[in-house]
């Protein structure tokens, strides 16, 4: 599967901003979906996740309560709602995908990343 991530850009704090997540190639319905993300000088960390079937989520508890995983499996299309952002969630956003929901497992396909720049 091939994932493409959008929806990434430059917002002032308590903004909200959703990320996108195209996968092509398979159907999203095979795949447990994650979001991670890496700030600057720090290791890429685990954000939020779905299982296939949409039934399970889970949440860093940095954005538990701002930040919601969801898609649309018309469009195989995975999606990153992010409400209330603050500075310190500045990185650059991937989408991944792997075939078991283990949240912050190894995921086997990533996309390529979108910018989300919060400015306080």
Same mark, same amino acid.
């Given at each position: 599967v091939q994932l493409v991530e959008s929806g990434g850009g430059s917002v002032q704090a308590g903004d909200s901003l959703t990320l996108?997540?195209?996968a092509s190639g398979h159907s +999203?319905?095979?795949?447990?979906?994650?979001?991670?993300?890496q700030a600057p000088g720090k290791e890429r960390e685990f954000v939020a996740s779905l299982s296939w079937d949409g039934g399970?989520?889970?949440?860093a508890d940095s954005v538990n309560g701002r930040f919601t995983i969801f898609q649309n499996y018309a469009n195989n299309t995975n999606y990153l709602q992010m409400?209330? +952002?603050k500075s310190e969630d500045t990185a650059v956003?991937?989408?991944?995908?792997?075939s078991v929901f283990r949240p912050q497992g190894t995921y086997d396909y990533w996309g390529q990343g979108?910018?989300?720049t919060v400015s306080s």
């Open positions: 996108s997540c195209v +999203l319905s095979s795949y447990a979906m994650g979001w991670f993300r399970r989520t889970a949440y409400t209330r +952002l956003y991937y989408c991944a995908a792997r979108t910018q989300v």
